[in-house]
């Protein structure tokens, strides 16, 4: 098996005195793509802004190629680490959210360009021609000199990830990608999400697309009141769900 990547343990986040999420732990290899299902208010979103560190977690672990994030533990001392360090940790994961975030005073060719050039220090040149690499591969090769205004959601949604993979992630996080698109437009940003998988792309994605998840995850993971209740390879969890929890999700999802 290839090396680890991603390991997560016991990971504990309140939102004051609430905790939403309760010990979870995870592993996850290179190459791998793990799709996270679990009805609304589960925890996916949250576990994936504290891999970004876009949120503060009480209680355990989260590493990335052995490196451990967001804080540096002593003893039993433990303590956030400097907000350029987060910022170089954060920049080791892309993410790609259900809203697109581009910036609408930019093109297609510039939002991709920006992180590049502000945040890599990439020669302008040379972000350009990595921006239209990019864009080529998400098929926006026509429109990098489009505006947001001017791109429909699916194509939006694909400018946002060719930003994210620009950057050369180590591992992409993806939630609801699809969720805000109408549905003649979810099927190009899923094959664009599918050609990366192909690629051998790390990916972690929240997902409400069962047959997606079915089709292009190595691993699926059920979320179920901030742990993870369920954990398997597509057939087994989808065909043989082990939980009454699963087994009940599953029927109210898209899946059949
Ligand atoms: N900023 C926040 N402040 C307080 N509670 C929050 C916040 N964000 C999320 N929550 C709560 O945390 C729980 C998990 O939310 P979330 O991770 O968004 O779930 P999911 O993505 O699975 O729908 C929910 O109960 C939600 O209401
Ligand atoms: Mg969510």
Not at 130 to 147: F, I, P, Q, T
Not at 151 to 175: C, E, K, N, T, Y
Not at 194 to 222: C, N, P, Q, W
């Amino acid at each position: 098996m290839s090396k680890v990547l991603l390991e997560i343990q016991g990971l504990r986040k309140q939102y004051g005195a609430v905790e939403v999420l309760k010990g979870v732990d995870c592993t996850m290899h290179q190459g791998e793509v793990i799709s996270i299902i679990g009805s609304s208010g589960s925890g996916k979103t949250t576990m994936l802004r504290c891999i970004n560190m876009l949120e503060d977690f009480q209680g355990g672990h989260i590493r990335l190629d052995g490196e451990e994030i967001g804080y540096d533990q002593s003893g039993s001392s433990r303590k956030r680490k400097s907000e350029k360090e987060i910022a170089r940790q954060r920049a080791l994961t892309g993410m790609a959210f259900q809203q697109f975030n581009l910036f609408p005073h930019l093109t297609a060719a510039k939002n991709v360009m920006l992180g590049l050039v502000k945040v890599k220090k990439m020669p302008h040149d040379e972000a350009r021609a990595l921006a239209e690499k990019w864009l080529d591969r998400v098929g926006l090769k026509s429109r990098a000199d489009h505006y947001p205004g001017q791109l429909s959601g699916g194509q939006q949604q694909r400018v946002a990830i060719a930003r994210a993979i620009a950057m050369a992630p180590r591992l992409m996080l993806f939630d609801e990608v699809t969720s805000a698109l109408d549905p003649e437009l979810v099927g190009e940003v899923l094959q664009v999400i599918k050609g990366l998988a192909a690629d051998g792309m790390s990916m972690l994605l929240v997902t409400h697309e069962m047959r997606f998840a079915y089709e292009v995850s190595s691993r699926v993971i059920f979320m179920n009141q901030g742990v993870i209740c369920e954990e398997g390879n597509p057939k087994e969890m989808f065909v043989k769900p082990k939980t009454e929890r699963l087994a009940e999700f599953l029927k109210t999802s898209s899946f059949n």
